[in-house]
């Protein structure tokens, strides 16, 4: 050392000599006292202004004026304290022109009494170990924004290297780019960051969230508080700022929220909802998608108000159900499923799920509810199907045996009318009639029993409904308005007497349900149905709606029973038999209705494959033959009748009343037998076995099948056979043999 900074070494306040460099100033020299304050500053010499005050644009200002006026310029400055607790101090700085190539700092504490001075560091050192625990960034900054303090989570915050890279600083970010968003998304200028708010404002802020992205390394959130700080005057003099990364946080709480709502996705796919009451039966918690689902009130507070919309049949065991739960003393679980009646009228059904939680002394029950009506509906279908199906078969079962007694009496009375005293002709047309209701009867009933033998063609509902449409208008008379909507040609493999059959049956219920009039509507068209195993499929659609009364839920159980009726002169076959029809066609049939609000039947037929094509129309065929025909049938009066019919006819005949018994015939006759008219059910060897073997022995044997079942399925069926359904008039008989015969 030597010159004139011999004359500073001795000074007794810190003293910093800097050579004029340029604009800038190199830090040459430092005193002891400088020294003293900070040991440190010795290793700082070369160092340039710039790089000592780098952010400290003021210092570097003072110093040029002091040179430029070769004057002296004072200035008070916060600075950092090189001490264990580098808290801040106010100096007093004094920029000094020392000829043309030097400059000298001074530096002196405004003055701080020795005593407060003391307490203050150690307060001081009390804050700073806090502050350095906090897992927050924490900065202080002065009135004109200037970092005066921060721990270290503010320094990586920053990434600075040290927290000697922020202090005396304003700007922040040193080394990085950052770009600050609200919650919104708006980018917020750094000078409008509430720490520096706050200095303006004076107004304490908390609570501000904001992402803070930085370039290459993704973005993270903050909450941001910020506190005015103010010197005894009241003056705010700078602010504290406190960065908590919630980062992780709003991760999982957006995660939550998530899987929350992949929840709801599902519980709405599966038709069901959440629920929480609490033991004064206080509903806490019910999901959204349950009031959608039932149709039940928004807010559902108690479990009263949940009671009243469930079905007055089954509010009773809800309840029991309930306070039972709510009584047991020990967590139990428990289903049931019940109906809702919605704000719509409409009745679901529900499968309620509940679990009992004890917390404590208090009772929390927590459950799931879901609409099943579909499957009860299902399930119902599928009941009611096995139902009738039994019946069915009995009511089947009756009604052969009655064909083959009204096959015997009706063709004894037509052998009789030929030859009978004109005093006798009335009574046996009584006899007549009453046979013939009774076929009708039985007609019913084994189409019922799905037994009515089908005879399936290729038939276009469209001209069906319009080839019956004038016989349907004179049904319903005037007093009811019909109105009938066809869309082009629908084609279905069916018989269309059957189904025309239905059709009226439908036509005429609908008119009994309007004794005051109203309206019918006819529809035919063609729509998708659900099939078990195969999903949706197109089909032929029959309806037939009316304004008329109504049904309620437990007439609509029963209506395809046989001889359900609420009619004083019905009969109950009229659904019934259309129910059997349509599922020997492999359709479906299905009702809405309610009370008061009239009646829709739908009739569902499987679309043909085939293109429509017409059958030729049926030729008059002359009654009497010749030939020798074989019958067989194992009922006594059956044969005996077609016996007398066949030979009425002109035929020979042969008989037999049984299978073997007819093989055993057809061998012992020496000439040629043309056809044979068999029974199809016959105890030991059925129909289609004889016929089978006959034709084996007698190639080119005609065969007629005579059944009051269609029952014979196709494969037992014999080729090149015709079928003829009992019970058959001698003219249904005398015109089958003839197209037999001259195949
Ligand atoms: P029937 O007409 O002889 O009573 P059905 O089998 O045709 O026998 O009908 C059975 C019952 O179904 C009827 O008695 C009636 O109660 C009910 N029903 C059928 N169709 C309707 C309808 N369109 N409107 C109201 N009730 C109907
Ligand atoms: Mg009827």
């Given at each position: 050392m030597g010159g004139p900074f011999d004359l500073v070494e001795h000074v007794p306040i810190p003293a910093y000599v800097f050579r004029v460099d340029g604009d800038d100033f190199i830090l040459e020299e430092v005193n002891a006292a400088a020294r003293a304050h900070n040991p440190a500053i010795a290793q700082m010499r070369g160092r340039s202004m710039l790089q000592l005050y780098q952010d400290q644009v003021q210092a570097r200002e003072d110093a040029r004026r002091a040179v430029a006026e070769k004057t002296k310029i004072v200035r008070e400055m916060a600075v950092r304290r090189y001490d264990r607790t580098e808290a801040t101090m106010l100096v007093e700085l004094s920029f000094v022109y020392a000829g043309p190539d030097h400059m000298v700092i001074f530096m002196r504490d405004v003055a701080t009494p020795p005593i407060a001075e003391a307490a203050l560091r150690e307060s001081e050192t009390r804050y700073r170990t806090l502050v350095d625990a906090l897992p927050d960034a924490v900065l202080l900054r002065g009135a004109d924004g200037q970092i005066l303090a921060c721990n270290d989570v503010a320094v990586r915050l920053y990434g600075a290297g040290s927290q000697f890279d922020l202090l005396?600083?304003?700007?922040?970010?040193?080394?990085k780019k950052w770009t600050v968003r609200k919650e919104s998304g708006d980018e917020v200028d750094?000078?409008?960051?509430p720490s520096r708010r706050v200095i303006a404002t004076g107004v304490a802020e908390v609570g501000q969230v904001y992402e803070v992205t930085t370039e290459g390394e993704g973005s993270r959130w903050y909450r941001v508080a910020a506190q005015p700080i103010r010197g005894s005057s009241g003056k705010v003099s700078g602010s504290v700022t406190m960065f908590t990364d919630i980062t992780e946080r709003l991760q999982a709480q957006q995660a939550l929220r998530e899987s929350a709502a992949r929840l709801d996705v599902a519980l709405s796919a599966a038709k069901m909802g959440v629920w929480e009451m609490s033991?004064?039966?206080?509903?806490?918690f019910w999901s959204a998608n349950l009031s959608a689902i039932f149709k039940l009130p928004v807010s559902m507070e108690d479990f009263a108000k949940f009671l009243d919309s469930v079905h007055p049949d089954n509010r009773a065991a809800v309840r029991g159900i309930m306070e039972s739960l709510v009584g047991a003393n020990h967590d139990d679980a428990i289903e049931h499923e019940f109906r809702i009646v919605g704000t719509d009228g409409v009745t679901r059904w529900a499968r309620a799920f509940a679990r009992v939680r004890h917390e404590g002394s208090k009772v929390r029950l927590i459950g799931t509810m879901m609409e099943v009506t579909e499957q009860h509906h299902l399930e119902e279908e599928l009941r009611r199907a096995h139902r009738l199906e039994s019946i069915g078969r009995l009511a089947g079962g009756i009604a052969h045996d009655f064909n083959n007694l009204l096959a015997a009496m009706i063709g004894s009375i037509e052998l009789m009318e030929d030859d009978c005293p004109p005093t006798a002709r009335e009574d046996l047309a009584t006899i007549r009639h009453g046979a013939a209701r009774a076929t009708e009867l039985t007609r019913q009933l084994l189409a019922f029993a799905r037994k009515q033998p089908v005879i399936y063609k290729d038939v276009d509902l469209s001209a069906m409904v319009t080839n019956v449409e004038r016989m349907l208008r004179r049904l319903v008379g005037a007093g009811v308005d019909l109105a009938i909507s066809k869309s082009g040609s629908v084609l279905v493999r069916a018989d269309p007497s059957l189904l025309e059959q239905v059709l009226v049956n439908l036509v005429i219920n609908a008119k009994e349900a309007m004794p005051n009039g109203g309206r019918i509507e006819v529809l035919v068209g063609t729509t998708l149905h659900s099939v078990p195993g195969s999903g949706p499929k197109s089909f032929a659609l029959l309806e037939v709606s009316d304004s008329g009364i109504g049904m309620d839920e437990e007439t609509r159980g029963k209506?395809?029973?046989?001889?359900?009726?609420?009619?004083?002169?019905?009969?109950?076959?009229g659904l019934a038999s259309s129910y059997g029809i349509v599922k020997q066609h492999g359709g479906h049939i299905d009702v809405l209705s309610r009370p008061g609000h009239g009646t829709r039947f739908r009739v569902l037929i499987p679309l043909s494959a085939n293109v429509a094509g017409s059958d030729p129309p049926p030729s008059a065929a002359p009654l009497h033959g010749k030939g020798c025909i074989l019958v067989v049938d194992d009922e006594e009066l059956v044969r005996n009748t077609t016996v007398r019919m066949v030979k009425s006819l002109g035929y020979d005949v042969l008989v037999a009343s049984s299978g073997e018994e007819a093989l055993d015939v057809a061998d012992r006759y020496p000439g040629y037998i043309d056809a044979l008219v068999c029974d199809v059910s016959m105890p030991g060897m059925d129909g289609p076995t004889a016929a089978r073997e006959l034709s084996r022995r007698r190639p080119g044997l005609r065969i007629l099948f005579v059944s009051g079942?269609?029952?014979?399925s196709d494969d037992e069926m014999v080729t090149n056979s015709a079928f003829l359904p009992k019970p058959y008039t001698r003219s249904d008989l005398a015109a089958k043999l003839h197209e037999v015969l001259s195949e």
């Amino acid at each position: 050392m030597g010159g004139p900074f011999d004359l500073v070494e001795h000074v007794p306040i810190p003293a910093y000599v800097f050579r004029v460099d340029g604009d800038d100033f190199i830090l040459e020299e430092v005193n002891a006292a400088a020294r003293a304050h900070n040991p440190a500053i010795a290793q700082m010499r070369g160092r340039s202004m710039l790089q000592l005050y780098q952010d400290q644009v003021q210092a570097r200002e003072d110093a040029r004026r002091a040179v430029a006026e070769k004057t002296k310029i004072v200035r008070e400055m916060a600075v950092r304290r090189y001490d264990r607790t580098e808290a801040t101090m106010l100096v007093e700085l004094s920029f000094v022109y020392a000829g043309p190539d030097h400059m000298v700092i001074f530096m002196r504490d405004v003055a701080t009494p020795p005593i407060a001075e003391a307490a203050l560091r150690e307060s001081e050192t009390r804050y700073r170990t806090l502050v350095d625990a906090l897992p927050d960034a924490v900065l202080l900054r002065g009135a004109d924004g200037q970092i005066l303090a921060c721990n270290d989570v503010a320094v990586r915050l920053y990434g600075a290297g040290s927290q000697f890279d922020l202090l005396g600083t304003t700007a922040a970010p040193i080394t990085k780019k950052w770009t600050v968003r609200k919650e919104s998304g708006d980018e917020v200028d750094l000078q409008d960051m509430p720490s520096r708010r706050v200095i303006a404002t004076g107004v304490a802020e908390v609570g501000q969230v904001y992402e803070v992205t930085t370039e290459g390394e993704g973005s993270r959130w903050y909450r941001v508080a910020a506190q005015p700080i103010r010197g005894s005057s009241g003056k705010v003099s700078g602010s504290v700022t406190m960065f908590t990364d919630i980062t992780e946080r709003l991760q999982a709480q957006q995660a939550l929220r998530e899987s929350a709502a992949r929840l709801d996705v599902a519980l709405s796919a599966a038709k069901m909802g959440v629920w929480e009451m609490s033991g004064d039966k206080r509903i806490d918690f019910w999901s959204a998608n349950l009031s959608a689902i039932f149709k039940l009130p928004v807010s559902m507070e108690d479990f009263a108000k949940f009671l009243d919309s469930v079905h007055p049949d089954n509010r009773a065991a809800v309840r029991g159900i309930m306070e039972s739960l709510v009584g047991a003393n020990h967590d139990d679980a428990i289903e049931h499923e019940f109906r809702i009646v919605g704000t719509d009228g409409v009745t679901r059904w529900a499968r309620a799920f509940a679990r009992v939680r004890h917390e404590g002394s208090k009772v929390r029950l927590i459950g799931t509810m879901m609409e099943v009506t579909e499957q009860h509906h299902l399930e119902e279908e599928l009941r009611r199907a096995h139902r009738l199906e039994s019946i069915g078969r009995l009511a089947g079962g009756i009604a052969h045996d009655f064909n083959n007694l009204l096959a015997a009496m009706i063709g004894s009375i037509e052998l009789m009318e030929d030859d009978c005293p004109p005093t006798a002709r009335e009574d046996l047309a009584t006899i007549r009639h009453g046979a013939a209701r009774a076929t009708e009867l039985t007609r019913q009933l084994l189409a019922f029993a799905r037994k009515q033998p089908v005879i399936y063609k290729d038939v276009d509902l469209s001209a069906m409904v319009t080839n019956v449409e004038r016989m349907l208008r004179r049904l319903v008379g005037a007093g009811v308005d019909l109105a009938i909507s066809k869309s082009g040609s629908v084609l279905v493999r069916a018989d269309p007497s059957l189904l025309e059959q239905v059709l009226v049956n439908l036509v005429i219920n609908a008119k009994e349900a309007m004794p005051n009039g109203g309206r019918i509507e006819v529809l035919v068209g063609t729509t998708l149905h659900s099939v078990p195993g195969s999903g949706p499929k197109s089909f032929a659609l029959l309806e037939v709606s009316d304004s008329g009364i109504g049904m309620d839920e437990e007439t609509r159980g029963k209506i395809f029973d046989p001889f359900f009726t609420t009619k004083e002169s019905g009969t109950g076959l009229g659904l019934a038999s259309s129910y059997g029809i349509v599922k020997q066609h492999g359709g479906h049939i299905d009702v809405l209705s309610r009370p008061g609000h009239g009646t829709r039947f739908r009739v569902l037929i499987p679309l043909s494959a085939n293109v429509a094509g017409s059958d030729p129309p049926p030729s008059a065929a002359p009654l009497h033959g010749k030939g020798c025909i074989l019958v067989v049938d194992d009922e006594e009066l059956v044969r005996n009748t077609t016996v007398r019919m066949v030979k009425s006819l002109g035929y020979d005949v042969l008989v037999a009343s049984s299978g073997e018994e007819a093989l055993d015939v057809a061998d012992r006759y020496p000439g040629y037998i043309d056809a044979l008219v068999c029974d199809v059910s016959m105890p030991g060897m059925d129909g289609p076995t004889a016929a089978r073997e006959l034709s084996r022995r007698r190639p080119g044997l005609r065969i007629l099948f005579v059944s009051g079942y269609s029952g014979a399925s196709d494969d037992e069926m014999v080729t090149n056979s015709a079928f003829l359904p009992k019970p058959y008039t001698r003219s249904d008989l005398a015109a089958k043999l003839h197209e037999v015969l001259s195949e």
